[in-house]
């Protein structure tokens, strides 16, 4: 297999120092040259949140993948030539690859191959910071390379050791799989107990209403926390800055709940990482209210607002009545209101726009530049009408004392 994971070592990126590196994407029939080409932006993101610095793109409208090369095979020739005369260190693809596909390539580029799983495990990795988000991360990474262990023995044997490990007749790959499933089985015992603690912790929180911030990865969550919850989380342009959940209590006019910041999502989120994060996400499903960041100055946010419901989705966490947080207004205005229109015309498109998401969203809808703290007034008015509601319906008792 081509992708190395390092395992049982301390440190898992794939960084040297700062290495060079190609994309790689497909257009496939039901998709747009534009679209394909917004998607390798955010590859070109990743791949710089990763600290890789990417010197070109290759893209090729293909029906269905190759089962060899994933590309054709006179492109990925052509790739490789550019890796071989411009001494690039990765190539990195948008979508998944067998181990089959990554194999080869590998044998004919000479250098390391990944895709868009692969990174996006590896820039986990990175932030991961507590002993849960290192453990959620271990584990998605074994969990993706269990069906991908083919040639994969040289490293694994460097964790745990090959002489004295194969019983009779075992073969090889067989080693490697119990190695692995052992792992997994021990990790996901290690997540139980973490998840048991902070469960007990979540319980001990007593009647109050929860609310979590939800959304992209990048939109400005953690900005967002900083200001309402006056906090001091990491805020960072860049993808996944945040991995564990931080709680913290708020109060608006004598009016407490607890507010939390979870991970971004992101397009082709990997499987694995989204079942290995189901403990941590799970304060999102135990909230009363969501608030969905949304980069409103992003090409691409309605894609984004759907990414977002899909994943919300897929963790039974639809239900939850939503606030849409359309974040970082100033920069809509610099893109997308040309400055010699005049005053009128600005404050007209823009009333359109709020007009519009106000419809689509039922009123729950707040627009704001978190970093200059505009609209923060706003939002902690339409909060605070949403959480006595809540607090009204669900524990009515409390709402004498304020």
Not at 23 to 44: A, R, T
Request: proline share 2%.
């Amino acid at each position: 297999m081509a992708n190395e994971w390092n395992l049982g070592e301390k440190k898992r990126d794939l960084r040297k120092e700062t290495e060079t590196a190609v994309i790689v994407g497909i257009v496939f029939p039901n998709q747009s040259v534009e679209k394909v080409e917004e998607y390798m932006d955010e590859l070109d993101f990743l791949a710089e949140t990763a600290g890789a610095v990417v010197k070109k793109r290759f893209m090729q409208k293909l029906n269905n993948p190759n089962n060899r090369t994933f590309v054709g095979k006179g492109k990925a020739e052509e790739i490789t030539e550019y890796v071989a005369s411009n001494n690039i260190d990765i190539v990195i693809f948008d979508d998944d690859l067998s181990a089959k596909q990554a194999g080869v390539l590998e044998e004919m580029m000479k250098i390391k191959i990944l895709d868009r799983s692969t990174l996006i495990l590896d820039i986990f990795a990175g932030r991961a910071q507590t002993a849960q988000a290192k453990a959620q991360v271990e584990l998605a990474q074994m969990q993706y390379m269990l069906p991908r262990l083919k040639g994969m023995w040289d490293h694994l044997e460097r964790q745990k050791g090959g002489i004295g490990m194969r019983g009779p007749g075992e073969k090889e790959i067989e080693t490697d799989r119990r190695i692995v499933r052992d792992k997994i089985s021990l990790l996901k015992k290690r997540l139980e107990k973490i998840d048991l603690q902070a469960r007990t912790q979540r319980k001990n929180r007593g009647d109050m209403i929860r609310v979590s911030l939800v959304g992209y990865t990048n939109v400005g969550k953690s900005t967002i926390m900083n200001v309402v919850g006056k906090t001091n989380v990491l805020a960072a342009d860049k993808l996944f800055a945040t991995l564990d959940t931080t709680v913290r209590k708020v109060v608006i006019d004598r009016m407490p709940f607890l507010l939390s910041d979870t991970v971004g999502f992101i397009r082709k989120l990997p499987h694995h990482l989204v079942e290995s994060f189901k403990s941590t996400l799970d304060e999102v499903r135990e909230s009363d209210l969501l608030i969905q960041v949304i980069d409103i100055s992003h090409p691409q946010y309605k894609d984004q607002i759907e990414v977002v419901i899909k994943t919300l989705k897929d963790l039974g966490a639809d239900n939850i009545p939503m606030l849409y947080l359309f974040n970082k207004m100033d920069l809509y205005r610099k893109k997308y209101l040309d400055e010699f229109l005049h005053e009128e015309e600005k404050v007209s498109l823009e009333d359109e726009l709020t007009s519009y998401w106000q419809m689509q969203t039922k009123g729950n809808a707040c627009f704001m530049t978190a970093v200059h703290k505009e609209g923060l007034q706003e939002l902690r008015e339409k909060l605070k009408s949403l959480v006595q509601n809540l607090y009204e319906n669900r524990y009515p008792y409390k709402t004498r004392f304020w």
